[in-house]
């Protein structure tokens, strides 16, 4: 009878184990930038953005070199002309100056529309391919490890699988 007593008490525990492992979450983890970047898609977008920054430079650069004439014939003509003359060459190039300014905002502005234009398909289809990967594998929670503030836990690394789901070497 005490020996019965002993094999119940060790069932009871071993279906107690086992119920308490399966109920623990299974956590995996993985680097979403170092695959974002790994991705094909994020070459063609960082060749776009680049294209597009080179543009608004070159154009930068040649309204400053614009400027610069003006400004330097309006100083070395300033002697042989009128007040008045000065005045408005002076107002001239203040609004040339603003103009300037206003082309640079706009410019950044694109730049950063155009990035997250960009990289909003890539980030949402590596999501949609992590949570595949992790359904498919049977994990509950999948931690960003490219986060500072993530605490690490012994979980599985995803990424080999997820860069093989997108078909990245």
């Given at each position: 009878?005490?020996?019965?007593?002993?094999?119940?008490?060790?069932?009871?525990?071993?279906?107690?184990?086992?119920?308490?492992?399966?109920?623990?979450?299974?956590?995996?983890?993985?680097?979403?930038?170092?695959?974002?970047?790994?991705?094909?898609?994020?070459?063609?977008?960082?060749?776009?953005?680049?294209?597009?920054?080179?543009?608004?430079?070159?154009?930068?650069?040649?309204?400053?070199?614009?400027?610069?004439k003006k400004v330097q014939l309006y100083d070395s003509e300033a002697a042989t002309k009128t007040q008045e003359e000065n005045t408005a060459r002076v107002k001239?190039?203040?609004?040339?100056?603003?103009?300037?300014?206003?082309?640079?905002?706009?410019?950044?502005?694109?730049?950063?529309?155009?990035?997250?234009?960009?990289?909003?398909?890539?980030?949402?289809?590596?999501?949609?391919?992590?949570?595949?990967?992790?359904?498919?594998?049977?994990?509950?929670?999948?931690?960003?490890?490219?986060?500072?503030?993530?605490?690490?836990?012994?979980?599985?690394?995803?990424?080999?699988?997820?860069?093989?789901?997108?078909?990245?070497?």
């Amino acid at each position: 009878m005490k020996h019965l007593r002993s094999i119940l008490f060790a069932a009871a525990l071993c279906i107690g184990m086992v119920s308490f492992v399966g109920a623990q979450s299974k956590i995996a983890h993985i680097n979403t930038q170092e695959l974002i970047q790994a991705m094909p898609e994020m070459a063609k977008a960082k060749s776009d953005l680049e294209t597009l920054s080179k543009t608004y430079e070159a154009e930068l650069k040649s309204l400053g070199e614009e400027y610069q004439k003006k400004v330097q014939l309006y100083d070395s003509e300033a002697a042989t002309k009128t007040q008045e003359e000065n005045t408005a060459r002076v107002k001239e190039v203040q609004t040339m100056e603003q103009s300037i300014r206003e082309y640079q905002v706009k410019a950044q502005q694109d730049l950063q529309k155009k990035e997250f234009d960009l990289l909003k398909p890539i980030t949402e289809r590596a999501k949609s391919k992590i949570l595949e990967v992790a359904r498919a594998q049977g994990f509950d929670y999948v931690l960003d490890s490219s986060q500072p503030s993530t605490i690490m836990t012994d979980g599985k690394d995803l990424l080999a699988e997820v860069k093989a789901s997108l078909g990245i070497q």
